[in-house]
């Protein structure tokens, strides 16, 4: 039980990775507020955790700075303390080129992906720093080293998750707030789904997962193992590391 008594949120919990660490974090000992922008998805996390002393559901749009204040509000006033959070929320964005980017969806990615992060550390560093110990950890992507993991909206905003993660960490590390990011590769999850369908299939991705040393996509559990672990006094010597999980895809 590395996380006994631990107080925990965790964003874009609805479903893939998030709803993963939301298990993960429960079964390791914590309580976890699970936000999601689909309330009815956030829900059936809870329900499949099965245990509502552990996990509350909460509607929010991390793209929106009221909701993500109103999140860390609730989490406050039901626990008083927050020990860990979990920038999990990310859409992408099919692989659109640049010139195909409308502005439209460039600030949707860019506001959920990266945005949506910052808003969050921004409202719960004063708390961790309060309480002299906290750990951040943010879903950034292999997106953030390399192009072609998404269109050009989707691997800016991953670059920045990493560049957010290494600021936060040389900010706040000697007050006492742990910052690092998970860099997943190809994780098979309700937002890649498509990928796998024939509409979806993307030449270059297949490829890719049919050369991974690991030879198939990832699992949603096995981020969230690593998330328990970063979260965990086991890594209190981590600070502004990027775990890349990815099967091998960066391997030259």
Known sequence: MRLEDRIAIVTGAGSGMGRAIAQEFVAEGAKVLALDVRMEAVEETAAIVGNADKIVALQCDVSNEGDIKAAVAAAMARWGRIDIVCNNAGILDDYVVAEETSTELWNRVLGINLSGPFFMCREVLPIMVAQGKGAIINTASISAFIAGGGGSAYTVSKHGVLGLTRQLAFEYGRKGVRVNAICPGPIHTGMTDYLLTPEGRNEHVDSIIEA?????????????????????????????????????????
């Open 212 to 252: 991974l040393p690991a030879g198939r996509w990832g699992k949603p559990v096995e981020i969230a193992r690593l998330a328990v672990y970063l979260a965990s006094d086991d890594a209190d010597f981590v600070h502004g590391s990027s775990y890349v999980m990815d099967g091998g895809w960066l391997l030259p």
